[in-house]
């Protein structure tokens, strides 16, 4: 499979080419976007009607000589992986309050995107031009791939964020950096404790259609934290306006029928110690009893995450990308990129 993963990402760039342009040389000294040299970075290409749509999450590394390093997971329509296990139970004490009583999430092994408990699948260089507050970068690949950046800074000037003006292969992106090494993460109980408001916006394919939203409200104070798994969080969001309801999916159990579950199970877990990553699962528990099972094994959202840390080593949110991939179908997939962040 990692070899399927590799020559895709090979194939990715001979399909989706533009011609070459003239490129200006790497600056000997040259100055970081935004002052930062390592940023976590999420990035798709995202077509309607298209099955050939793919996202990327992880980190570009600039250094004052002009050259960036990235190293990024791909998953690609093309090349639809099965979800894959994590390792982690959350256990039956991990609590949260429903209308006023306590409601159990189900203590189920959580699930990522496949490929993402591993190696990234691409690491490729490049060199980079910065004008103004605008970021320029070729890739050193066999074809021509070029991004520009918008570089927007924080208030505080402990974070800066990239906003994606153009692409010759993506579609949508964000990106957050600062000074703080790659093995810098925060604990969940940092992600559960931070004291600002996060919140998600996202660009997503889904059958067939893109659709965009922000400013989503994302409720991390409500999660909370297992007894005897502390890198894991849980919440069972009791219901649901607009998922989990009779017409999505859950003709017996959902939202509008007599039982009216419309509830939906999320687990947040870390996937590493030693870099950004973490993950994120949810599902509508209706579906999950539409077909008499206890964890639920159909079309889950994976939505592997990278934390966003600050120059002062603060949690702020996460850049992420879903890659929901349909056993059945490719119309049925779900691919998304997204920021979950108080700087947006």
């Known amino acids: 499979m990692r070899a399927v993963r590799s020559i895709a990402a090979a194939a990715l760039t001979l399909l989706l ?44 590394r600039f250094a004052p000589d002009g050259t960036v390093t990235a190293a990024l997971y791909l998953w690609w329509q093309r ?32 699930l990522t995107a496949g490929g993402f408990t591993g190696a990234p699948d691409e690491n490729r260089t490049g060199t980079y031009t910065l004008s103004g507050d605008v970021v320029s970068i070729r890739w050193n690949i066999a074809q021509t791939w070029t991004e520009q950046w918008s570089v927007r800074p924080s208030p505080d000037g402990t974070l800066a964020r990239l906003d994606l003006k153009h692409s010759t292969l993506a579609t949508h992106g964000y990106g957050y950096g600062s000074n703080a090494a790659l093995g ?19 660009a997503s394919s889904a059958g067939g259609k893109i659709v965009t939203s922000s400013g989503q409200k994302f409720a991390h104070a409500s999660f909370r934290t297992c007894a005897s798994t502390t890198w894991c969080l849980t919440y069972l969001q009791p219901s649901s306006t607009g998922a989990c309801q009779k017409s999505g999916g859950c003709p017996n159990y959902g939202g509008g029928t007599k039982a009216n579950v419309s509830s939906i199970q999320y687990y947040l877990t870390k996937i590493s110690n030693s870099d950004r990553r973490d993950t994120l699962w949810h599902w509508c528990t209706c579906l999950a009893m539409e077909r ?53």
């Open 184 to 202: 810098t993460r925060r604990a969940m109980s940092s992600v559960k404790a931070f004291p600002g408001a996060l919140r998600q916006d996202l």
């Open 17 to 60: 080419t533009c011609a070459a342009a003239p490129w200006p040389a790497a600056a000997s000294t040259a100055a970081l976007p935004g002052g930062k040299a390592t940023y976590v970075v999420s990035q798709g290409h995202l077509e309607a009607g298209s099955s050939q749509n793919w996202v990327r999450l992880g980190s570009y």
């Open 292 to 344: 008499g099972e206890f964890c639920y094994t159909g079309n889950s959202h994976v939505k592997p995450l990278m934390q966003i840390i600050d120059d002062k080593g603060a949690f702020r949110g996460w850049v992420g990308a879903e890659a929901s991939f349909s056993p059945s179908s490719r119309a049925a997939d779900m691919l998304a990129v997204f920021r979950i962040t108080d700087f947006r």
């Open 79 to 110: 090349h639809p992986e099965a979800r894959q296990r994590t390792g982690t139970t959350p256990d039956s004490g991990c609590t949260t309050k429903a209308g006023g009583v306590q409601s159990r999430p189900r203590t189920c092994e959580v």
